[in-house]
């Protein structure tokens, strides 16, 4: 697995939690590739990642000229992975200890698109969980209305074309652009219906209130868009509607 993070300002205790959930994990056959596009006022994020990386060779860092935002960032990671399948993982979030054993069990079993159940938390710790999101299975309609499978996504490399990875033009909802690209190519795609995967939610982050970044929900309503053509929808209409709990 080669496990992509796009790194930009992040904190201290958020950096070090995620690469350890990473470093601590079961199953072992990883590598971590850390694209850092931090400013000049966050040195340290290079500074922690070089001494990981100085302990542990699977631990790759590569500090870019300059921030390139979510997907162009994330895209410099795809570039440093060798691995057979691609790991998207946020650098503030938290994987479960056993979450790529079960993951290799399932792509061992044919899976070529994989995801897991995920988990909200405050910023304090993972057993302060504010919401669980168990997934249903894959289902299209269900992807077309909202991002339901988001992390913890892992997929075949060879489900790609070229090395785009991340469009920029969905930059907010640029996951769940890949996501409706690379589901329809895929040929056996596998929902774990276990909690592996923890969502931080903190101020600023779409977990905590989608509306710290209102472009997403123009990005998610774009990426629909561009599925539903490319498949030959001519008229259609896309609204967004407020989530009740």
């Not at 990642?49 to 790759?60: G, I, L, N, P, Q």
């Not at 790529?100 to 061992?108: C, F, G, N, T, V």
């Not at 489900?159 to 890949?178: I, K, N, P, T, V």
Request: hydrophobic share 35%; proline share 2%.
């Amino acid at each position: 697995f080669s496990i992509l993070v796009p790194l930009y300002n992040t904190p201290v205790n958020f950096l070090k939690e995620m690469i350890d959930s990473v470093v601590t994990q079961t199953y072992k056959d990883w590598e971590l590739c850390l694209a850092d596009g931090s400013d000049d006022a966050h040195a340290y994020v290079g500074d922690i990642c070089r001494e990981y990386a100085s302990s542990d060779s699977r631990v790759k860092y590569e500090k870019l000229a300059k921030n390139e935002g979510i997907s162009g960032n994330t895209n410099a990671c795809f570039k440093m992975a060798t691995g057979e399948f691609i790991a998207l993982f946020d650098h503030d979030d938290i994987l479960h200890p056993s979450a790529l054993y079960k993951y290799r069990e399932a792509a061992d079993n044919g899976a070529d698109y994989i995801y897991c159940d995920e988990a909200t938390f405050t910023e304090g710790s993972i057993n302060n969980m504010i919401t669980v999101h168990f997934k249903p299975d894959y289902a299209i309609d269900n992807l077309w209305a909202n991002n339901y499978i988001c992390h913890f996504s892992v997929f075949k490399r060879t489900l790609l074309d070229g090395d785009e990875l991340f469009r920029s033009q969905f930059d907010g909802s640029q996951d769940h652009d890949m996501i409706l690209r690379l589901t329809d190519k895929a040929k056996n795609i596998v929902h774990i219906p276990r909690l592996m995967y923890y969502w931080r939610c903190h101020e600023g982050s779409v977990a905590s209130n989608i509306e710290a970044k209102p472009y997403a929900i123009e990005a998610a309503r774009g990426a629909v868009a561009d599925h539903l053509r490319r498949h030959g929808y001519d008229h259609f209409k896309i609204s967004s509607t407020r989530a009740f709990e």
